[in-house]
């Protein structure tokens, strides 16, 4: 075997095409794949039945021959192998698991798993039990190690079909629909059995119907008619259904963006969603002040544009296809965004919450200038919460470790006067923060926060930890908040006492 360096991918498959030759005339089961597989990927192959999905993968395995295009797997051409190059390739390189698991029904459970490694003369004789024995008890089937595969149940002979197929330690296992002769607990235990060896640095290609499955699993590639619908697609559409994202990469078209030029612009009324199918896309966003500043870089599989369809506005930002190289995009109109997202309730929600966490991103970046990065992590899993209008959020005098982020709505800060009657003092209205003093030594608050009249407040709560490390993010942050705190000190200090009118 040739010796391929470790990053090149360990699968590449250039225009593969299979036609049948049938009484009815030729017939294009595959029909030019392109595909890469990096090491230690563990890809489902999903399509409805008949799409060419077998076809696909005994051409990888050799089962069958494609008719014309390129199969490298590290390095060794298969599409270009005699049958006994392949056997003896096979035997040392892949593991290939079936629906049906095609066990040796007169050979023990034992003996299936020692004949691959006899059959490739690979391992000392004792070595050869002793593995067999290690991977039946990786697969929990040691105790059934001497029985004949008929008296076990399907689930188990799965298993044993797997712990032969890894008998010579393949770097690539290959299975078609390996649960899909059975019940979806036992599917559930040999898919988990399939999460470990990838853990452990196999990789695995898994044709599969089980969508459930599939979207567990680092990478889709769906075909259809026996071609891949463009994995960017799906995964930026992966709520949609099969068909549904069969349907829509049909009435698609990409378009390509030469490096720099803009997709959209900020200010512009915007009347499309795109989706990033290639290349790199920089968002810029222009501050009040004037400048402009790149807040994300956005890669293949990710959609932009959606504000504007979901918000009725204007783009809230210019995105670019970036200088590194051109950018190829599919742009929805309202119509099929519209159409899209009343078919796919799960979509219309994922978009919701992308709106959303935009929004945010967006104010609080207009803000400071946040790195996208840091305040992402921060953000991901915070949920805002909603106070209504009278809520105390911070009470003067109390202990308080928390920092706020004010996403939307307006809140009144207050501090008591000598007489003990509160006093309005400030008011702090959306895209703004309060709660930032007692992060920065003075434990006590020293006045209470309200959500003013007449308006809610939404908010984000920031821990110690996570301010500080929004802190040491962005210096821009620091000085915007240190200046502000100073400021609202000093004015706290002077109005002591006396209020601001309301
Ligand atoms: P899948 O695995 O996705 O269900 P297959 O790869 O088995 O699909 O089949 C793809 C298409 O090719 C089907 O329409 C099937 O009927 C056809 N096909 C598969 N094998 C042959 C063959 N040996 N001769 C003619 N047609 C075939
Ligand atoms: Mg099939």
Redesign the pocket.
Known sequence: MTVHSPTSPLIEIKNLCKV?Q?PAGD?T?VNGINVEVQRGEFVAII?K????????INMITGIDHPTSGEIWIDGASIHSFNEGQMAAWRGRNLGIVFQFFQLFPTLTILENIILPMELNKLYSKSERKERAMHLLEKVEMTAQAHKLPSAISGGQQQRVAIARALANDPPLLVADEPTGNLDSKTAEKIFSLFEDLVAAGTTILM?THDSDLARRVNRTIL?SDGEVVNEYLVRALSTLTQDQLVEISRTIQPQIFQPNSAIIRQGEKGDKFYILLNGKADVYIHKPGGSEIQVSQLKPGQYFGEMALLGGGVRSATVKASQDGPASVVALDEKAFNSLIDESRSLREELMGLVERRNTYHQLQTLSSLDEHVLSSILKDKEPIVHKEGHEIIKQGDVGDTFYLLLDGQVDVLVKDEQDSEVLVNQISRGSFFGEMALMGNKRRNATVRVSKGHSAKLIELGVGEFDRLEDSSEDFRTHVYGAAGARKRQLENTRGQGIEK
């Open positions: 049948y049938t017939f089961a399509g039945s008949g799409s060419g999905k077998s076809t696909f044709v075909i």
